[in-house]
């Protein structure tokens, strides 16, 4: 469920970008593959992580592209 809200709030957001600035979903954590945690100290630090994971990825797919001078 989270991965399918979070997804959702991503895609909202990046519509109200240019559209040539518009970025693609990241693809999700090797995490969610697994089991997710039931306790709640584990969902927190498994939320933490997940929003730091979605951060840094969102981060680096709004890096423009580096174009190196023709040589």
């Keep these: 469920m989270f991965e399918l809200a979070w997804q959702e709030e991503y ?3 990046e519509e109200g ?3 040539g600035e518009q970025r693609p979903l990241p693809r999700p954590p090797p995490e969610m593959r697994q089991a ?7 969902i927190s630090a498994f939320n933490d992580s997940m ?5 840094q990825v ?5 890096k423009p592209s580096v174009h190196l001078p023709a040589h």
Excluded: I
């Design 11 to 13: 895609l909202k957001g």
């Design 17 to 19: 970008r240019p559209q």
């Design 36 to 42: 997710l945690p039931t306790d709640p100290q584990a």
């Design 51 to 55: 929003a730091a994971y979605y951060h």
């Design 58 to 62: 969102a981060c680096l797919l709004a």
